[in-house]
């Protein structure tokens, strides 16, 4: 284990055994406050926004990229938006729980120094400044954005108020929550999702949901059910299980896209395979740091693992070049299709 991980290790055990966080008087301004509050760090699961304008791309031709880009943008940004007046309110229920979790009890709310009055304001903001977003989408397109929106609010409020204590079907409805943005952004464009691209996107969910328990099972060991109430339910076992069902069933559903797609890539041979290995190398290199209890969040991981990160980008690279490469004859798939 490399001296960042016995590091991390170190500040993990330390934050369990410490007393947990009290309230304090403010340390930084409420602005800053605010923006903490918000998670600006999770507004790149929005990326997911992203998937079925870019795939529609591939096979519409970088002459669309007009119509496409700005109503995409839009739908990232206010389901970004929405999704941290949903973190606000979470936070808000969670607030005892966060209070004994090692990183949570830092979050604004859990520390004092933001009010739960100035909370659920900014959280109204947030889905103010989202319904804004929405209505910057001409045509029957700002309706089902509008839907996709709603619904996706509406799923995370049923998550934080009943299913975050339901085994396995928390998992679910953090999951269809990502599903949601895809359709979101697809909506935003006028273009159907594919099967390929709910479906893998539904599996990458889960294992990120069931990564993050894992992984907070690691740091926190017997006080993990502190945290999070569900934790009682789930053991090490089904959760390492889990992680590792839905890594595998995410990667062969990408796998059978990519050569379901062939015909749109060869070039001597099926160029978009090479997207498999850094996609590979991600999910495994996530599940290793997990286990050991490097990170309790794919999502802090992505953002601090320097390993994980030029994967990551290798995959986006690779997938930009060849989806837009001119020179492919791209076939007539579906007008989402991942």
Known sequence: MGWRARTRMTEIRHAVVDPPAQTVA??????LNLLRLARPS?????????????????????EAGGRVIVPALIAAGAFALASSACYVINDLLDVERDRMHPRKRTRPIARGEVSQAQALWFAAALLAAAIGLVLLIPGPERTWLALSVSVYVANVMVYSFVLKRVVIADVIG???????????????????PSSWLLNCTFFL?????????????RTMGENAADARAVQSMYTDELLR?????????ALLTYSAYVQDRAAGFTLGFNLLWLTVLPATYCLLRCIVLLEKGVYDDPTELAARDRPFQVGLALFVALTVVLVVQPGFELGAGGAASL
């Open 26 to 31: 403010p340390t930084r301004p409420l602005p």
């Open 42 to 62: 999770q507004w790149a699961k929005s990326v997911f926004v992203l998937a079925g304008p870019v795939y529609f791309l591939a096979d519409a031709g970088l």
């Open 174 to 192: 953090l999951s269809v929550g990502f599903v949601l943005r895809v359709l979101g952004g697809c909506a935003a464009v006028g273009v159907e």
């Open 205 to 217: 969910a889960m294992f990120l949901a069931f990564g993050k328990r894992l992984g907070e099972r």
């Open 241 to 249: 299980m889990a992680v590792v069902v839905n890594a595998v069933a």
